[in-house]
């Protein structure tokens, strides 16, 4: 059998940012990679609704390839926006899709009058540490983070969820935060 080579080739893409629909939600499941999170994810859609988040997705070719989701009521009082769920696809990642999505958030707080825009970062996340860093993020605190969420475990063909089990959290982060 002959083994064809194919020369390295370059692509664009055009990436756009935009507001969660509720069309994309089932696919910030990234084909199955993110579903024991369905409940989250559908949590936070649902806190856009009321206004309490705001969900920015990366979109290429109309599928969400990021998302930074904002917190805009835990720690509205202090003019903070939380910013949470930060991730771009791993074939995708060291691109600048984070940033850019970063920047979109910190626009969005701009415009709605916070004053600061805040995010945790698990220790053991380093890369993401100093891209936070780069952008103008400083280290105000550490803290362990607890959290559960319902993981599904079984499920019927047409994908509805039969039976879940709670998954508790426990990570290490540091704080950080940015005057907008």
């Not at 705001?54 to 990021?66: H, K, T």
């Not at 415009?111 to 945790?120: I, K, M, N, V």
């Given at each position: 059998?002959?083994?064809?080579?194919?020369?390295?080739?370059?692509?664009?893409?055009?990436?756009?940012?935009?507001?969660?629909?509720?069309?994309?939600?089932?696919?910030?499941?990234?084909?199955?990679?993110?579903?024991?999170?369905?409940?989250?994810?559908?949590?936070?859609?649902?806190?856009?609704?009321?206004?309490?988040?705001?969900?920015?997705?990366?979109?290429?070719?109309?599928?969400?390839?990021?998302?930074?989701?904002?917190?805009?009521?835990?720690?509205?009082?202090?003019?903070?926006?939380?910013?949470?769920?930060?991730?771009?696809?791993?074939p995708l990642q060291?691109?600048?899709?984070?940033?850019?999505?970063?920047?979109?958030?910190?626009?969005?707080?701009?415009?709605?009058?916070?004053?600061?825009?805040?995010?945790?970062?698990?220790?053991?996340?380093?890369?993401?540490?100093?891209?936070?860093?780069?952008?103008?993020?400083?280290?105000?605190?550490?803290?362990?983070?607890?959290?559960?969420?319902?993981?599904?475990?079984?499920?019927?063909?047409?994908?509805?969820?039969?039976?879940?089990?709670?998954?508790?959290?426990?990570?290490?982060?540091?704080?950080m935060r940015k005057?907008?």
């Amino acid at each position: 059998m002959d083994v064809v080579i194919v020369p390295t080739f370059s692509i664009t893409a055009n990436i756009t940012i935009q507001v969660c629909r509720v069309e994309d939600v089932r696919n910030l499941e990234w084909f199955g990679a993110l579903t024991e999170y369905r409940h989250v994810i559908e949590h936070a859609f649902t806190r856009q609704q009321m206004s309490d988040v705001v969900m920015l997705n990366a979109m290429l070719n109309d599928f969400p390839i990021g998302q930074v989701w904002i917190d805009l009521y835990k720690q509205r009082e202090q003019q903070i926006g939380v910013l949470w769920a930060l991730r771009v696809l791993l074939p995708l990642q060291n691109l600048g899709i984070g940033t850019q999505l970063i920047g979109a958030a910190e626009n969005v707080l701009r415009g709605r009058g916070f004053g600061w825009a805040e995010l945790d970062v698990e220790h053991d996340n380093i890369a993401a540490k100093r891209l936070y860093e780069r952008l103008g993020y400083a280290t105000v605190g550490e803290f362990e983070n607890r959290w559960s969420y319902l993981k599904p475990t079984s499920q019927t063909p047409d994908d509805a969820i039969l039976n879940e089990e709670r998954i508790e959290v426990v990570s290490h982060e540091w704080k950080m935060r940015k005057q907008l």
